[in-house]
């Protein structure tokens, strides 16, 4: 079983991206040969600073390094690194209904939010369904708001074998974790890095601390019960990164009344901290060796290349272009 997964170099990572992405990625290896990308061909819908472009990409590098991906199990490669991608995207994007792209829940949402709509951000899906097809992907973890561009990527795949032979794309499934498919910002909005709302993985520690402890909670005074106490943002985020029992026992104790959120909030943050440390501590020893970073992303990028050359292969001499 082959699975994917893919993760844009637009800014640092944060728990959203390690909880939704990350995590569920790096779990999977002992099930399957899992590939791993670097999207930046995806970031040039929103980036448009070739200098961070390229630091972002390594950061990301680093980071999926750092929290567990393994090189000698996995492939982990830049996007840009294969460029087939690109005539794939092509291929399908004749394919491709506007009326499907056009109802794509992100590219609504993006530019309802005053992000200006580009050729890119609209075929973003297509691009993702050639990211997805070009591996002969069976699985695709996903967090709950990317599962739609699987569907497009199915329907595409299905639309192609229909039109040029029935065993040409292999369709994939989508392996979404529930618990933790939405992960909420610090204003109670999904985390995402265009909300400005997140909790970096790497973040240093005075910024951090002051991001969690200005979190906004409803005026109720500490003895005040709390019966809405699992809806309280500190709680769902230290769910995430405190062991359940600790996390129940907070949750009760704001339910009962009695706990401060000002108490609260620390120890979300002390939680948080530790949580990550062993990963911070990986961090620093791989950012000292930037050539092995580099190797390992030219390496997977010609390992991906030995998987995606066949199957573009047979496209071409389906569609006749070969």
Known sequence: MRILTGIQPSGQLHIGNYFGAIKPAVDLQPRGDCTYFIADYHSMTSLFDGAARRQYTRDVALDWLACGL???????????????????????GTLAPMGLLERAHSYKDKTARGISPNVGLFAYPVLMAADILLYDTNLVPVGR????????????????????????????????????????????????????????????????????????????????????????????????????????????????????????KKALFEHYWNFFAPYRARRAELAADAAYVESVLKDGAARARAIAAPVLARVRKATGLA
């Open 70 to 92: 393994d090189p000698q199990k996995s492939l982990l490669f830049r996007q840009s690194d294969v460029p087939e991608v690109c005539e794939l995207m092509w291929i399908l």
């Open 145 to 264: 708001d990317q599962k739609q561009h699987v569907e497009i990527t199915r329907d595409l795949a299905i639309k192609f074998n229909l039109a040029y032979g029935a065993d040409t794309l292999v369709i994939p499934e989508s392996e979404i974790r529930d618990e933790t498919a939405v992960v909420p910002g610090l204003d109670g909005q999904k985390m995402s890095k265009s909300y400005g709302n997140t909790l970096e993985i790497f973040g240093e520690e005075k910024p951090t601390r002051k991001k969690i402890m200005s979190i906004v909670m409803d005026s109720r005074t500490p003895a005040e019960p709390k019966p809405d106490a699992d809806k309280n943002l500190a709680i769902q985020l230290l769910k995430l990164v405190a062991p359940a029992d600790v996390a129940a026992d907070y949750e009760n104790r704001l339910r009962a009344g009695g706990l401060g959120y000002g108490d609260l």
